[in-house]
């Protein structure tokens, strides 16, 4: 039936006829000249057949009709005629088809876009990625977090006290920066910088409650005081992000230098004006040591590091040791058996003069009581430190108290491996 359909849709079929003698009529249907000689005839299983008989072409005066030669179709092409010139309108694009391949393109993107996890497997795990933080309470605090990287954990996979020292750095420029008040220079406001001034810190009292481990996510907050008429003082904590648990807490005390005669300052009119805005009226985070610290020197002291030198990497922008670094340099002369048994748990500092690239110091640590031979059985150490040149001038001094490194969790103090011991 479909084949009989689509045949009758270009051949006319005879009319049925009461006569089974009737021949079929040879007159072309609609006057075809074209389809002359095609028959029609029904084969015996009722399917519709079709046969075309080649015949010659008729002739009508000496001239044939419905019949071109190929030559005279390449001919015909050649005579017709040539497009219209090209214009604006003639060549805008078939919207349809921009509007389908844009769509493809769109929905392409989607696809590729819902293929990817974005969502943390864990809350704690993309915490502010990537940021510098953001400014809270009123505009006084600035907050920033940070994600424990595997390079920035020692020997006892917990962070090292130089790894928070530089965030308590980081965050303190970034406060600074997001509040609008970065100059050209390494932290100084717009008129710091015009009169070559920079901030240098005096003293620094850091408290370590517990050190974050490789993929924990702290957050650090910081905001600055008033200390004296010519001094800042800046308070930094540091806080578990998932649990809210108190990790560190740090204080620091800080004034200007200028950066080309190396002096120093006091705060100008102009930048009190800027910084003033931004002071907290706060007691500080930590509660100040103000135990003196004695003078060590060759006799008093228990272990010395000579030969420390500064390397183009220790270096800031304002072309001095970062602070950072002094700290590292202290606990090189302290005794390798508090660090294997114990670990800092809080240190103060008082920092008398800068270190230049070209400098050569010395490292003196003494260790007070009963010094290393009974770490098992006396709990928490303390222990004196000097930096020094090695002319004898004074860099850094300081106090760091250490507690055992499995008090808490093996039960009890000074229980601690065998190995370690």
């Known amino acids: 039936m479909v084949a009989t359909a689509a045949t009758s849709a270009f051949f006319a079929a005879p009319s049925p006829s009461s006569d089974p003698d009737a021949k079929p009529s040879t007159k072309p249907a609609g006057g075809s000249a074209i389809l002359r000689g095609i028959k029609s005839r029904s084969a015996p299983s009722g399917n519709l057949q079709v046969k075309a008989n080649a015949q010659a072409p008729p002739k009508i005066n000496g001239t044939m009709v419905g019949y071109t030669?190929?030559?005279?179709?390449v001919k015909t092409e050649d005579d017709m005629p040539s497009p219209p010139p090209r214009t604006f309108i003639n060549q805008l694009p078939d919207w349809s088809m921009l509007l389908a391949a844009i769509t493809t393109i769109f929905l392409a993107a989607e696809r590729q876009w819902m293929m990817l996890d974005w969502k943390p497997r864990r809350s704690d795990m993309l915490i502010d990625p990537f940021g510098f933080g953001k400014i809270v309470q009123d505009g006084l605090v600035f907050r920033q977090n940070f994600s424990i990287r595997s390079y920035e954990i020692g020997a006892d996979r917990t962070a090292s006290?130089?790894?928070?020292?530089?965030?308590?750095?980081e965050t303190a420029l970034n406060h600074v920066r997001t509040a609008g008040l970065m100059g050209d220079g390494f932290g100084s406001t717009p008129e710091m910088s015009i009169r070559n001034l920079i901030w240098v810190v005096t003293r620094m009292q850091v408290v370590v409650d517990r050190y974050p481990t490789w993929g924990d996510?702290?957050?650090?907050?910081?905001?600055?005081?008033?200390?004296?008429?010519?001094?800042?003082?800046?308070?930094?904590i540091i806080r578990d992000c998932k649990t809210g648990e108190t990790l560190t807490r740090a204080s620091s005390v800080w004034v200007m230098m200028n950066k080309l005669t190396r002096r120093l300052s006091k705060i100008p009119d102009a930048v009190r004006g800027e910084i003033e805005p931004y002071f907290m009226d706060s007691a500080p985070i930590v509660d100040e040591d103000s135990r003196k610290l004695p003078k060590l020197d060759d006799s008093t002291a228990d272990y010395i590091r000579t030969g420390l030198t500064p390397r183009w990497s220790d270096l800031d922008v304002n072309q001095h040791v970062n602070n950072v670094k002094y700290i590292g340099w202290i606990l090189e002369s302290a005794p390798l058996p508090i660090l294997e048994s114990h670990e800092l748990?809080?240190?103060?500092?008082?920092y008398r003069r800068e270190c230049g690239r070209d400098s050569v110091l010395q490292s003196l640590t003494a260790v007070c009581g009963t010094g290393v031979d009974n770490l098992l059985?006396?709990?928490?150490?303390?222990?004196q430190h000097l930096l020094r040149l090695e002319g004898g001038a004074e860099i850094v001094k300081g106090r760091t108290e250490w507690r055992p490194k499995y008090a808490h969790s093996m039960g009890g103090l000074g229980q601690i491996p065998a190995e370690s011991a």
Do not use: F
């Not at 030669?69 to 179709?73: D, K, L, T």
């Not at 748990?345 to 008082?350: A, R, Y």
């Open 345 to 350: 748990s809080s240190m103060t500092l008082e």
């Open 161 to 169: 006290i130089e790894t928070l020292m530089n965030h308590l750095q």
């Open 69 to 73: 030669s190929s030559a005279e179709v």
């Open 377 to 383: 059985d006396c709990g928490n150490v303390e222990c």
């Open 217 to 236: 996510v702290v957050q650090v907050d910081t905001w600055v005081c008033a200390s004296g008429k010519n001094g800042m003082r800046r308070d930094w």
